[in-house]
């Protein structure tokens, strides 16, 4: 069998079993190194060989955990943490056909009961191998652990403070279909927010002659080259005595700042677009069924054929209300319309082809991951992780699309494009998330060369608009009355709610009541609640969503002797308290994103009631340029304007608008203060003077 198939390194594992049983023990030590050289990565062959006593290709990269833990008690070096993390080592042995071996040794001596709760469970990647897995006693002696049928974890045996927990664990992978003989490895940070590293290196073993790449962030260790055995360069990133790292509150990721490198060999995006799109092959295949949907949605969407926007508007509203979202991108759209579930971007693909729209599937990255003008290094591919349908509305769109695949309109350019993200249900066409509008875009359609763009929201922007009427009673309670308008993301929320409690109004009013109305009014009693969603036609300008609802509330404001004291907290935004509690920062921060809220509160006083103080001027602004936005006015509205003659009536304003946004630790003061200069004008209280109070009219 092994003649006839020289290169199925499984029969080569049979007849090395067959050898060995034949007696014949070198030549199937021979036979089992030859299967090894194949197929490294294979669980099986890797098990066969180490039972005839064959080295697999880390072996000779191993540690002894005792000596590295002799070695790091002789340094006398000591760490006021609850544990330090003696040895945080990866080998990553690339093998010439592009196959990964990765062998990651841990030790970690714990110093407190808290590092003995998070330390002593370990996690086991699925299909890793574990080589090690011991606690160190302080005496050399060493305590295996046992295995619990069905945990995710295996619990170090008797652990105590001071002893060391160690555990070595094999990960293996095939070669990339997208870059083989080339390989992407995993990022390896040289810094932690759990514990201090005593010791910490990456050893990258490959082909002698493999052309590298390196993403390096945040101050990594330079790289040290040598040549090793087996015709390999040994590549080498070590650190040792690195403090840990505390995390600051909304700061961007840590790969930005936290030391790390990322390897590469034979990795481009034009590669890795050209894999994706043949994953995608075949999935927009037409049928029957298919072609008739096309004709029914442009038939009931009253288009034509040369009507762009409204076909495609058409298509993508049909596809996200009567398609759920499930499985991966390599579903057919043949397929999902028949089940009714599946791969939306596929069928909305297939949908637009029969209807003549161009259309195509782009990888977006997340403005939560890089803004669209930082760069995009090749190691970091995998960033884009969104997928969303770029269509080419053409030269005569009134959308307001933009022009150019994911550029902004200018003169001269020849196609208008809009973006849709086939996750949202019920958006308006061309509506993207805030983590996706201007973000960088990267196309799968053939081109030379990979082809990058910023993708834009053309549809409604995101906004609240509250207009609240109070009327408090003389013990500080009272009842009001709410309209809210919203448009963009909260639309979307809420025509999600109402899909997800149907006709049961009850759920519906208690969920209302307490994750929306007993956050901005605690204590408040639901009254009445009405939700109108707009059917708007596809392609049309999209109406708000109107929520109108009522309430009471026994403790509204804070009853005095004589006087009353209205600490106005309802539809705050406080992101002074969110994004500035720190005095200075030395990671960028990353502001947003908030919904832009408008609210305007009527607040009627019980009768012959006055107001004695406002706290706050008759306009507060906090603004910066192209970031956030704060204005506050509070003023006393005429007794002959309010219709109640006697009684004061107080008008207080808020406009408010935080999109996404960084801001570098150099400029933090100044945002900070500002932002803090916020809370405290949403927080200044506003004093009421009752009847029959002392000085009072």
């Known amino acids: 069998l092994v003649a006839r198939e020289p290169l199925d390194p499984f029969q080569r594992v049979r007849l090395a ?8 023990a070198d030549a199937a030590r021979e036979t089992a190194r030859a299967a090894l050289a194949m197929r490294p990565e ?10 005839l006593g064959v080295p697999l290709p880390l072996d000779d990269y191993r540690l002894d955990g005792r000596a590295v833990i002799r070695a790091f008690e002789a340094t006398e070096r000591r760490y006021a943490a609850p544990a330090v993390v003696v040895l945080d080592r990866t080998v990553e042995r690339v093998m ?11 030790i970690v001596r714990v110093q407190s009961k808290d590092a003995i709760d998070r330390w002593a469970e370990v996690e086991v990647p699925a299909g890793a191998e574990v080589l090690t897995l011991r606690t160190h006693k302080p ?19 008797n652990v105590a403070i001071g002893d060391y927990i160690e555990w070595e664990l094999l990960e293996t992978r095939s070669p990339s279909g997208a870059f083989a003989p080339g390989f992407l490895a995993e990022r390896f940070f040289f810094q932690s ?13 490959t082909p002698r002659g493999t052309r590298l790449s390196f993403d390096a962030r945040g101050g990594a260790p330079a790289a040290v080259s040598r040549p090793g055995p087996e015709d390999t360069t040994v590549t080498t990133f070590a650190r040792t005595g690195v403090p840990q790292l505390f995390v600051e509150r909304a700061a961007v990721p840590a790969i930005e700042y936290v030391p790390s490198v990322r390897a590469s060999s034979g990795v481009d995006f034009r590669a890795w677009t050209r894999f994706v799109a043949e994953q995608l092959t075949g999935t927009t295949r037409s049928s029957p069924a298919l072609r008739e949907r096309a004709r029914q949605i442009a038939a009931d969407a009253g288009a034509s054929a040369g009507d762009r926007a409204r076909l495609a508007a058409a298509v993508v509203a049909w596809v996200t209300d009567s398609i759920e979202a499930a499985g991966d991108l390599r ?11 599946g791969n939306r971007l596929a069928l909305i693909l297939a949908l637009l082809r029969e209807l003549g729209v161009p259309a195509e599937p782009v990888l977006a990255r997340s403005r939560l991951t890089a803004e669209a003008a930082e760069a995009a290094p090749v190691e970091e591919l995998d960033d884009f992780a969104d997928s969303i349908v770029e269509i080419d509305l053409g030269a005569a769109s009134g959308l307001g699309a933009a022009s150019g695949p994911g550029a902004a309109s200018g003169p001269g350019a020849a196609h208008r494009y809009v973006y849709v993200d086939p996750r949202l249900r019920h958006a308006a066409f061309g509506y993207l998330p805030p983590s996706l509008d201007g973000a960088r875009t990267l196309a799968l359609a053939d081109a030379p060369e990979a082809r990058f763009g ?21 013990q500080g309670g009272g009842a009001a009355v709410a309209t809210e308008e919203l448009t963009g993301w909260p639309a979307l929320e809420w025509a999600e709610l109402v899909d997800k409690f149907g006709a049961d109004r009850a759920r519906l009013r208690q969920d209302f009541e307490q994750r929306w109305l007993g956050v901005q009014f605690p204590g408040a009693r639901l009254r009445d609640l009405d939700v109108t969603l707009p059917k708007d036609a596809p392609g049309a300008a999209p109406r708000p969503v109107q929520i109108r609802y009522s309430f009471v509330s026994p403790q509204l404001a804070v009853r005095g002797d004589h006087e009353m004291r209205l600490l106005p907290t309802f539809f705050r935004s406080q992101p002074g308290r969110r ?10 921060l990353v502001l947003g994103f908030d919904i832009p809220v408008h609210l305007t509160a009527t607040v009627e006083l019980p009768h012959a009631a006055t107001l004695v103080e406002l706290g706050a001027g008759p306009a507060e602004r906090v603004e910066r340029k192209g970031a956030y936005r704060f204005v506050e006015e509070r003023r006393v509205r005429a007794a002959s304007q309010a219709g109640a003659a006697g009684d004061d009536v107080l008008v207080l304003t808020r406009d408010s608008s935080l999109p996404l946004s960084r801001v570098a630790p150099r400029d933090y003061p100044g945002v900070a203060a500002d932002l803090r200069r916020v809370d405290g004008l949403e927080q200044r209280e506003i004093r009421i003077r009752l009847r029959g109070a002392r000085g009072a009219k």
Request: charged content about 30%; hydrophobic content about 35%.
């Open 17 to 24: 079993d067959a050898q060995a049983a034949a007696g014949q």
């Open 96 to 106: 010439p056909d592009g196959a990964e071996l990765t062998l990651t040794h841990e």
């Open 193 to 205: 927010f759990d514990a201090p590293l005593d010791r910490t290196e990456l050893v990258l073993v």
């Open 579 to 588: 994004f500035a509690t720190e005095p200075a920062r030395s990671t960028t």
């Open 331 to 341: 579903d057919g759209a043949t397929q999902t319309l028949a089940r009714g579930s």
């Open 454 to 474: 910023v993708a834009r929201s053309t549809g409604t922007a995101d906004h609240r608009s509250v207009d609240v009427t109070i009327r408090l009673d003389e």
């Open 42 to 51: 294979a669980a099986e062959v890797r098990r066969a060989a180490r039972a």
């Open 139 to 157: 005496d050399g002696t060493t305590r295996e652990p046992e295995e619990i049928a069905g945990k995710d974890t295996v619990s170090a045996a």
